[in-house]
């Protein structure tokens, strides 16, 4: 195979193809040349036969011309055809037509009778003669009889008046071409073609697909010969137009002659050309070959070296002259001798780092990827923000230092680096999980001996995260990372050290994926609304239901909402989740009104939803446009980030005649100066005290203090969590308007809250269940 990265190879084909590109050029000149020639004595040929058939078409007519008059002018024969004397016409036009040597023979009469000896000639070939000959334009011409073209020539009948015509026809056939081409001088091809519907027919009756190029020679007063696409190849073509009885109908006279016929005498010149072209073209190669060869070894061998330096390896050329390329020699050797200096630099710079001077995450991996049965730990410093707040960036950066020799003296042979802003990593060997927690926890204790930094002492508190090196069945692949997860793991525990926990981590990378798909869900339909109907204790009935959203994978099966709905919150999709919501409800709410049940609907809004004007003008629409009876739930702390815009648009909700409630009160910091100013109709109390009211007096206490301080506020209060009778019962004899829970009912799909509502329940049975 030829390589044409190599300079000797590249001379070579250089040369060559500037031989061969000079060679090209003469053969195409020579070539040109030659064709050019060819085709002028085709054309002159083919113009010079074209004349010679004209000249015998015109001595052919001349002829028939002469014998169809002698024949008008006898009186005999004038007097038979005067008295319709067909026996004797007949005869003489026999005898006549055998004189001549003519195919057939007819009398015209001026009525338009013909006599015909010979031939039977159609109507429509009678019709187009009688024209032509009562036009006196046409006394010879070309006329197609029965699909064949035949010459005609008629002399007229006086008797003293035309009383009709003398007319001979002759076939035009192959004979008559084979003569003609006889009288060339090449062997070119005649036929004689004629127009017709189809197309240019010749005397075989075949179309030719050179209709436009006869077309355009038949049109031309002196036609001239062109170069046509033939079957067997291009040719060149003349077509001289004949007379014709039928302009309809015009004939030519086709004359062709093969191009590669014109050719093939200059086929040996041709060849020997290319034999003395190619015998130059391996001569010139040869020396090309060998002196390129001379010139490119030393050449070959620098280029050897630079591979071997590519590669890594110390690579130095022999010097042997003083020439040009001697002394480019003499340069690479130098630079050779650079790069190896600067690339290990370079490899000390990518593999620790830069403030610290101690190996750096890369170098940490490759150390754990040699450890495949060791542990990977991430000791980090507490309160790091802090202490390098306190010290100072470059002080933060010997701390580290000092920490890492630290570890190095303490675990001799260790791989340490540093990982992060505040971290170390620290691969070490332990049989199992329990042994190497041991191992770090006693590592991180005699590392924590305080620091004496620039005339000051720095005390150190370190924390470590434990993971396997090697493979994980969790989504984390590295075991760095899931070191470092499991520092964060750790410290979120309050723990000074702790492993990797695969469980507690999951997989963030997969939920991810839960927004997109939950969009398509809601439209697929996947998403739906349960509702939990809640208990008016004053009534004692069913008066309304809590709206929640649900989801049931098609993979995952039932996806939690404290999941789907924190995501969609942290990716900004809550607000349409939420406006499908409450569209769903004020469906949901109809259907249950057409069933014979009126109740309020609450809706969950989002505390990010709260500062958006844009929302709140899409839900009052909604609400106020379909006369929807809505509760919506929002927490206390919602208002927080944004409390004049939240309040304001509260206080929209609560002019529009939208039930506000204030969710999950007493689970977070709650505030008693924004209690005053949310202008809500319900408080809710959070689960969390619900739960364990019949066994907590401290729980009970702060429900009813909660119950008192909302009725003295002017709101309803309503229970959530309500899962015991003895809870309800409690909640009941503390004056609580609503409850809410397991107990009352648990989350169902619309149809079965309808079905539910449909059976009657006493209070009694409330309790019961």
């Keep these: 195979m030829i390589r044409f990265n190599r300079l000797q190879t590249r001379l070579t084909v250089l040369y060559m193809g500037l031989f061969g590109v000079a060679l090209v050029l003469v053969a195409i000149a020579v070539v040109t040349a030659v064709t050019r020639s060819a085709q002028t004595v085709v054309r002159g040929e083919l113009r010079a036969s074209g004349q010679v058939y004209n000249q015998i078409w015109a001595a052919r007519s001349g002829q028939l011309r002469q014998g169809a008059a002698v024949l008008a002018q006898d009186y005999g024969f004038r007097e038979a055809v005067a008295t319709n004397d067909e026996a004797t016409v007949r005869s003489a036009l026999d005898n006549l037509r055998v004189r001549q040597k003519v195919n057939g023979a007819m009398i015209v009469g001026v009525d338009g009778y013909v006599t015909a000896a010979g031939l039977n000639p159609d109507e429509a070939s009678i019709d187009t003669l009688f024209r032509g000959l009562q036009s006196g334009d046409r006394d010879a011409g070309v ?23 003398v007319v001979f026809v002759e076939r035009l056939d192959q004979t008559q071409m084979q003569t003609l081409e006889s009288l060339s001088a090449i062997p070119l091809s005649a036929t004689v073609m004629t127009r017709s519907q189809a197309g240019w027919r010749d005397m075989g009756g075949s179309t030719t697909p050179l209709g436009d190029t006869i077309e355009s020679q038949a049109k031309a007063d002196d036609p001239r010969p062109v170069t046509a696409a033939m079957p067997e190849g291009p040719a060149m073509l003349l077509a001289r137009p004949l007379p014709s009885f039928d302009e309809a109908s015009a004939a030519v006279l086709v004359l062709d002659y093969p191009l590669n016929r014109a050719m093939k005498p200059y086929e040996s010149l041709f ?67 650079d790069i190896r200096d600067r690339e290990a630099r370079l490899t000390h710079m990518a593999m620790h780092d830069q403030e610290t001077g101690l190996p750096n995450r890369r170098s940490l991996e490759r150390g754990a990827g040699n450890t495949p049965g060791g542990y990977v730990a991430l000791i980090g410093v507490d309160r790091f923000e802090i202490v390098r707040n306190a010290i100072g960036y470059d002080s933060m950066a010997q701390l580290l230092a000092a920490l890492g020799a630290r570890l190095a003296d303490l675990t001799p042979g260790a791989a340490i680096a540093r990982v992060g802003a505040g971290a170390l990593g620290l691969v070490f060997e332990a049989g199992e999980d329990a042994e190497a927690l041991e191992i770090i926890a006693e590592i991180c204790e005699a590392a924590e001996q305080p620091v004496r930094l620039n005339g000051a002492t720095v005390d150190v508190s370190l924390s470590a995260g434990l993971a396997r090196a090697g493979q994980s069945l969790s989504s984390v692949d590295s075991a760095v990372d899931r070191a470092a997860i499991a520092l964060d793991q750790t410290r979120a525990a309050r723990r000074r050290c702790g492993m990797f926990d695969a469980p507690a981590y999951g997989d963030p990378g997969g939920n991810l994926s839960l927004i997109s798909e939950l969009m398509t869900a809601v439209q697929n339909g996947e998403v739906w609304l349960a509702y939990q109907p809640k208990y008016d204790l004053r009534a004692d009935r069913i008066n309304g239901c809590e709206a929640l959203m649900r989801w049931r994978h098609p993979r995952r099966g039932f996806v939690s909402p404290d999941l789907f709905i924190g995501m969609a919150e942290e990716t900004g999709h809550i607000r349409p989740l939420t406006e499908w919501v409450i569209r769903q409800a004020i469906q949901d709410q109809r259907l249950l009104a057409a069933a014979g049940h009126a109740l309020t609907v609450s809706v969950n809004i989002s505390g990010r939803l709260l500062s958006d004007e844009d929302f709140a003008a899409f839900a009052l629409n909604e609400v106020v446009t379909s006369g929807a009876d809505l509760c919506f739930e929002i927490t206390e702390t919602a208002v927080i980030d944004n409390p004049e815009i939240a309040l304001g648009v509260i206080d ?109 329940a006493e209070p009694e049975q409330i309790v019961a269940a």
């Design 271 to 337: 060849l020997a050309l290319a034999l003395i072209g190619l015998a130059g073209l391996g001569m010139l190669m040869l020396g090309t070959w060998m002196l390129a060869r001379g010139l490119t070894r030393p050449i070959s061998a620098l280029d050897d070296a630079v591979h071997r330096l590519q590669q890594g390896e110390h690579a130095e050329v022999e010097v042997r002259s003083t020439d040009e390329i001697g002394r480019l020699a003499s340069s690479f050797n130098a630079m050779a001798g």
């Design 652 to 760: 929209r909700f609560a002019e529009a005649g939208i039930c506000v409630s204030i969710d999950d009160y007493g689970s977070g910091l709650s505030s008693l100066a924004y209690l005053k100013r949310i202008r809500a109709d319900e408080l809710k109390i959070d689960k969390a005290f619900v739960l364990s009211l019949d066994e907590s007096s401290r729980d009970a206490l702060l429900v009813k203090s909660t119950i008192d301080l909302a009725h003295s506020l002017g709101l309803k209060v309503v229970a959530e969590g309500v899962e015991t009778p003895t809870a309800l019962a409690l909640l009941r004899g503390m004056g609580c308007d609503i409850a809410q829970g397991y107990l009352i009912g648990k989350p169902v799909a619309l149809a079965d809250l309808v079905e539910r509502l449909a059976e009657p």
């Design 143 to 165: 006329l197609g009889i029965g699909g064949q073209p035949y010459q005609v020539v008629a002399a007229p009948i006086m008797a003293p008046v035309l009383i009709g015509w």
